[in-house]
């Protein structure tokens, strides 16, 4: 028999096919539902009295305070995010020590923990009547700890399975040609880590940015002292300034988004040059 006369058309390079383009509709259509409409609303809530209101409340000293204490602590908590959860992360696939299995469960407790939980956990170790004998309740320590504690396995989870699937014959090689460990580490091994850590320390950064239940027993919530923006919003609320509210929310946003470029272009530049 001969062959059909019809000839298959060949697909277009990057042309989708009807079931991708149903999947990437649909995916399409669940986003713009549950992140891209709410944020439009409150950007557009935010301008409603314009870029003099806008202005008013962001540069308000409590307001100005509050966003200050909460993006200097989010940023030094990624920082030793960064540090620390890497290190656990290299810990928990490179080394094999007793109690591996249970440290490597105990790191997702904060994933698990209901927040406001998780501040009381803290008020009753670090809080005035705590056994240890360290009292931060109140003071800009304690919302250093809350947001070191809520936002620990996020670099950990992030670097953990990248680790996991890097060949160490690659390592053993360079190696065995005479480079040291630092440069092996340097060439090698953080390269591949970069875009883990960067994915790590910008989910960190944003859920430190804005974090409430951990914080409102432990950090006292004091005007100008302890009150971090989320505390801040949800002051506005409950005043009924929605508007004040959607602003602060706004500036969050913003840079929320800042910070995530900014670490996807530092995650570029580190892997390029390897």
Same mark, same amino acid.
């Given at each position: 028999?001969?062959?059909?006369?019809?000839?298959?058309?060949?697909? $277009?390079?990057?042309?989708?096919?009807?079931?991708?383009?149903?999947?990437?509709?649909?995916?399409? +259509?669940?986003?713009?539902?549950?992140?891209?409409?709410?944020?439009?609303?409150?950007?557009?809530?935010?301008?409603?009295?314009?870029?003099?209101?806008?202005?008013?409340?962001?540069?308000?000293?409590?307001?100005?305070?509050?966003? /200050?204490?909460?993006?200097?602590?989010?940023?030094?908590?990624?920082?030793?995010?960064?540090?620390?959860?890497?290190?656990?992360?290299?810990?928990?696939?490179?080394? $094999?020590?007793?109690?591996?299995?249970?440290?490597?469960?105990?790191?997702?407790?904060?994933?698990?923990?209901?927040?406001?939980?998780?501040?009381?956990?803290? +008020?009753?170790?670090?809080?005035?009547?705590?056994?240890?004998?360290?009292?931060?309740?109140?003071?800009?320590?304690?919302?250093?700890?809350?947001?070191?504690?809520?936002?620990?396995?996020?670099?950990?989870?992030?670097?953990?399975?990248?680790? /996991? /699937?890097?060949?160490?014959?690659?390592?053993?090689?360079?190696?065995?040609?005479?480079?040291? $460990?630092?440069?092996?580490? $340097?060439?090698?091994?953080?390269?591949?880590?970069?875009?883990?850590?960067?994915?790590?320390?910008? +989910?960190?950064?944003?859920?430190?940015?804005?974090?409430?239940?951990?914080?409102?027993?432990?950090?006292?919530?004091?005007?100008?002292?302890? /009150?971090?923006?989320?505390?801040?919003?949800?002051?506005?609320?409950?005043?009924?300034?929605?508007?004040?509210?959607?602003?602060?929310?706004?500036?969050?946003?913003?840079?929320?988004?800042?910070?995530?470029?900014?670490?996807?272009?530092?995650?570029?530049?580190?892997?390029?040059?390897?």
């Amino acid at each position: 028999m001969g062959r059909p006369a019809r000839r298959r058309r060949a697909a $277009r390079p990057g042309a989708l096919g009807a079931a991708s383009g149903l999947g990437l509709g649909v995916a399409l +259509l669940w986003f713009s539902l549950l992140v891209l409409v709410p944020l439009a609303m409150v950007v557009a809530t935010a301008g409603s009295e314009g870029w003099s209101g806008f202005a008013r409340t962001i540069t308000s000293p409590q307001t100005l305070s509050a966003v /200050e204490l909460t993006v200097a602590q989010a940023v030094s908590v990624t920082v030793l995010n960064v540090v620390v959860g890497t290190t656990i992360a290299w810990v928990l696939v490179r080394d $094999r020590f007793w109690g591996k299995r249970v440290l490597d469960v105990v790191i997702d407790i904060p994933f698990a923990l209901p927040t406001i939980v998780a501040g009381l956990v803290l +008020l009753a170790l670090y809080g005035p009547n705590g056994p240890l004998g360290v009292n931060v309740a109140n003071t800009r320590a304690a919302v250093f700890l809350a947001l070191a504690f809520v936002t620990l396995p996020f670099v950990v989870r992030t670097v953990q399975p990248v680790l /996991e /699937e890097l060949d160490a014959d690659v390592e053993e090689a360079a190696a065995s040609l005479g480079a040291g $460990r630092l440069t092996v580490f $340097r060439r090698i091994v953080l390269p591949a880590l970069v875009p883990a850590i960067a994915a790590g320390a910008a +989910l960190s950064f944003a859920r430190g940015i804005s974090e409430y239940g951990s914080l409102v027993l432990l950090s006292g919530n004091l005007p100008n002292r302890t /009150e971090v923006a989320s505390v801040r919003v949800l002051t506005f609320i409950e005043n009924g300034d929605t508007t004040s509210a959607a602003a602060v929310a706004t500036l969050l946003l913003l840079v929320a988004l800042a910070v995530i470029v900014l670490l996807d272009v530092l995650q570029r530049r580190v892997a390029r040059r390897g």
